[in-house]
Nanobody, 130 residues
């Protein structure tokens, strides 16, 4: 049973935007670092971005810098991923994860492992096409 839930996926045209949400009914997300990952069909899972427990430190992989923004609503316990200027290569299943770390940049870049993260969601689908 997943303890994290993603929402906000959908279909958009190239250049469009989407905002994904990550929430939990069982975990206190303010006490966890939260990361976003994605997986295209037939490909491995890659890290995108992560945010520390207070929301003051945010890290991104190169493909996300300048286009994606991770943020945290500490009152409502929601972590967002704002995605702008989307292209077809961004198509995939987007998943959020949570863990008990103080810093998280090393856990979204290789050689990160799934075991580095304690909790995973089921994912939300993002499709970018004309």
């Amino acid at each position: 049973q997943s303890q994290l839930v993603e929402s906000g996926g959908g279909s958009v045209q190239p250049g469009g935007s989407l905002r994904l949400s990550c929430s939990s009914s069982e975990l206190s997300l303010v006490d966890h670092v939260v990361g976003w990952f994605r997986q295209a069909p037939g490909s491995g899972r890659e890290g995108i971005a992560c945010i520390n427990y207070s929301g003051t430190t945010r890290d991104y992989v190169d493909v996300a810098k300048g286009r994606f923004t991770i943020s945290r609503d500490t009152v409502n316990q929601i972590v967002y991923l704002q995605m702008n200027n989307l292209n077809p290569e961004d198509t995939g299943t987007y998943v959020c994860a949570a863990a008990n770390h103080y810093y998280c940049s090393e856990y979204i870049s290789p050689p990160w492992q799934r075991a580095d993260w304690d909790f995973w969601g089921q994912g939300t689908q993002v499709t970018v096409s004309s």
